[in-house]
């Protein structure tokens, strides 16, 4: 008896653990089609209308509130000439709509899955500053909707957008740029429909974000509510801080100016008889310098203002100018000097006295009286009263210190180091070169502590 009734309990036991297998299986198999009840149940025809949106908090008649965050996946590029960068970001969207609630299925149904944006009622928000934009749709459109049990919506999609960017150049390319990115509601006004930005962390951005020529320092969250005549609209705007990598510009500008102009000094070591080598070494430099400054100029806008650059090149093309100029200086003091040593090797010193004191006043000459009286043989009283001593006269006495005086005045004196220097080369063709060696580089050296000094305390104020 005691094993028939064993045999029975077993085979009970059996059979119980198959039907819990089979519910359990039932109800996983089940799961999927919940999906689409509760789909239709709160999307059906006639239950849910698209057009209309949700309701404020607590389902009172206030605006709706959407919450948004972003994350930045890449900048492509951030454009000079046209005031405009390139971003590809990852935009996201909360809200409550309390019409698409639904059972959970205590736990089981975390949340409903659309990729189908106009079934659901959307914010009509829009980038306000955006130039041109696209959706991705490979292989899939990126995009999708995520309803929750207690109504939350969620929307996320990944766009492609060129933004405006406007930019002051004063200090380029030592300067910092802030790019905004605006997004607001086209057509509800605030008494409908309000953005702001999702607590915690709205902005994310890639960690391996990589810029062109560029740095993301920091971004910034902000509110940019705009009032038109139409009435009060919602804005969020991102304010993204850009730095200029100066070490590009700094190989790229800078080192190639400095070593045209020190180039340029070369003519000064030059001599001054060889004209072809000095001629072409200025051109060339020169035509090198404006090509360079006609490039940089190629690559930014046109402005009304003066930009760093512009004054650094500005300044490197004047000093090659200048180098050129002072071989014309001095091809010109040499023709000089030639002049002056032509004149003296045709007219030695000791007939360039005769003939100065030939060319003296009559007056000037002493005349020899007595030779004149002893020759004719004339022994009268003029004669005695030229031999007697002479007095004399209180204006003969001043004529005396006068001479005095210039005398005084006309003594060497004594030579400083510099004219001592100078007196070394006898020519002054040679002077003017020896002379630009040395004040061509100081005023550069001047010129860049100068610069430098300016510009970099320029930007450490637009920091702060």
């Known amino acids: 008896m005691w094993p028939g009734v064993l045999k029975l309990l077993v ?34 025809p006639g239950r849910y209308d698209a057009r209309i949106r949700p309701s404020g908090e607590n389902g009172t008649d206030g605006p709706t509130n959407v919450k948004v965050n972003i994350f930045l996946r890449s900048i492509s590029k951030i454009d000079d000439y046209n005031m405009e960068y390139s971003v590809q970001l ?11 609630r639904f059972s959970d299925f205590k736990g089981r149904l975390k949340y409903l899955t659309l990729t189908d944006a106009s079934r659901v009622w959307m914010p009509d928000l829009f980038f306000s500053n955006e130039k041109e934009g696209h959706f991705h749709n490979i292989i899939m459109p990126n995009v999708y909707i995520r309803i929750f049990p207690n109504g939350f919506v969620l929307y996320s999609i990944r766009i492609s957008l060129t933004l405006s960017c406007p930019m ?76 200029r990598e100066f070490s590009y510009y700094l190989i790229q500008i800078y080192i190639p100016c400095c070593m045209l102009v020190i180039v340029s000094w070369v003519s000064f070591w030059l001599d001054q008889s060889a004209v072809p080598a000095r001629v072409s070494l200025g051109v060339t430099t020169l ?65 360039t006295e005769q003939s100065t004191s030939m060319d003296l006043p ?35 006495t001043m004529s005396m210190d006068r001479m005095q005086h210039c005398e005084l005045h006309m003594q060497p004196r004594k030579k400083n180091c510099c004219r001592s220097w ?22 550069f050296a001047f010129f860049n502590l100068t610069y430098w000094s300016t510009y970099l305390f320029r930007e450490e104020e637009q920091d702060e």
């Open 362 to 396: 009559s007056d000037q000459v002493e005349p020899d009286n007595s030779s004149n009286f002893a020759m004719t043989g004339y022994d009268g009283p003029l004669q005695h009263s030229l031999q007697k001593p002479l007095v004399r006269q209180p204006e003969d």
């Open 11 to 44: 085979l009970l036991t059996f059979l119980l653990h198959l039907s819990r297998c089979a519910q359990l299986q039932k109800k996983v198999v089940n799961f999927r089609e919940k999906e689409k009840e509760v789909l239709d149940d709160i999307l059906g």
């Open 287 to 351: 035509l090198t310098m404006a090509t360079q400054t006609s490039g940089i100029n190629a690559s930014l806008p046109p402005v009304s203002y003066t930009k760093a650059i512009d004054i650094w090149t500005g300044v490197c093309l004047t000093f090659v100018f200048g180098a050129l100029l002072e071989f014309a200086l001095v091809n010109y003091a040499s023709r000089s000097d030639m002049h002056s040593d032509n004149i003296e090797k045709k007219y030695p010193p000791s007939e």
């Open 90 to 100: 990852t935009f996201r969207e909360q809200w409550l709509d309390e019409r698409l």
């Open 168 to 243: 002051n150049l004063k200090l380029y390319p030592l300067d910092r740029q802030v790019c905004s990115l605006r997004m607001a509601s086209y057509g509800w006004t605030t008494d409908d429909l309000v953005f702001l930005w999702k607590e915690g962390d709205p902005v994310q951005v890639v960690k391996n974000l990589h810029l062109p020529r560029f740095t993301l320092e920091k971004f910034y969250t902000d509110y940019c509510n705009s009032k038109t005549n139409t009435g009060e609209y919602s804005c969020l705007k991102v304010d993204l801080l850009f730095k």
């Open 422 to 443: 100078l007196s070394k080369f006898p020519t002054r063709s040679k002077r003017i070169d020896v002379i630009s060696r040395i004040f061509f580089p100081i005023v």
